[in-house]
C-alpha cells in the first residue's frame, strides 16, 4: 500500500509556472505507475498525465501536451508536475494516482486504474 501527498499548489496569474510534487510512503515507489488528475467545479475528473515505473514513458492530455511536465525521482520517492503557460481553464484540484506497475494493459488516462489517490491540491489561475 502507498500514502500520497500532494503540495505545490497555489494562486498564479495568467502565464505563469507552478510544480507539484506528490510524496509517496512505502519503499516501493519504482514498482508503480503514476498519473495526474485534475477536477474542476462542476466538472468530471480529467486525466492530465502520467509516467510509468521507470520514467522512460509518459503520455499528456492534448490539453496540457507542450506546457506541462511530469518527472518523477524514484531516489525520493516523488513525482512532479511542472506547469507552464498556465491559463485559467487550468484551475482544478490536482490529484496525484498510483498504482502497481503490471506486465500489461495500463491504461494510464484512465482513473479507474489507480488504486490510491492522494487527498489533492488547488490550483487557480486568475486571467
Known amino acids: 500500500q502507498v500514502q500520497l501527498v500532494e503540495s505545490g499548489g497555489g494562486l498564479v496569474q495568467t502565464g505563469g509556472s507552478l510544480r507539484l510534487s506528490c510524496a509517496a510512503s512505502?519503499?516501493?515507489?519504482?514498482?508503480?505507475?503514476m498519473g495526474w488528475f485534475r477536477q474542476a467545479p462542476g466538472k468530471e475528473r480529467e486525466f492530465v498525465a502520467a509516467?510509468?515505473?521507470?520514467?522512460?514513458?509518459?503520455l499528456y492530455a492534448t490539453s496540457v501536451k507542450g506546457r506541462f511536465t511530469i518527472s518523477r525521482d524514484n531516489a525520493k520517492n516523488t513525482v512532479y508536475l511542472q506547469m507552464n503557460s498556465l491559463k485559467p481553464e487550468d484551475t482544478a484540484i490536482y490529484f496525484c494516482?498510483?498504482?502497481?506497475?503490471?506486465?500489461?494493459?495500463?491504461?494510464?488516462?484512465?482513473?479507474?486504474?489507480?488504486?490510491?489517490w492522494g487527498q489533492g491540491t488547488q490550483v487557480t489561475v486568475s486571467s
Open positions: 494516482a498510483a498504482v502497481t506497475a503490471r506486465a500489461t494493459g495500463w491504461r494510464p488516462a484512465e482513473g479507474d486504474e489507480y488504486d490510491y
Open positions: 512505502g519503499r516501493t515507489f519504482s514498482s508503480y505507475e
Open positions: 509516467i510509468n515505473r521507470s520514467g522512460g514513458y509518459t
